[in-house]
C-alpha cells in the first residue's frame, strides 16, 4: 500500500485531485483527475 500511497501523494504534487467518486472500496486502485479534468487511475500490480 505504500507505493500507492507514494503515488497518490506525487500525483497531488504535479497538479491532480483525487475524484470524489472511488468505486473500489479494497483500495486496489484510486481514481484522480488530471489539470484539465481527465480522469485516469493509479492501481497495485
Request: charged share 35%.
Amino acid at each position: 500500500m505504500a507505493d500507492l500511497d507514494e503515488a497518490e501523494a506525487r500525483a497531488i504534487e504535479i497538479g491532480a485531485t483525487k475524484h470524489e467518486h472511488q468505486p473500489s472500496e479494497d483500495d486496489e486502485f484510486r481514481v484522480f483527475l488530471d489539470p484539465a479534468g481527465h480522469p485516469f487511475c493509479l492501481c497495485r500490480t
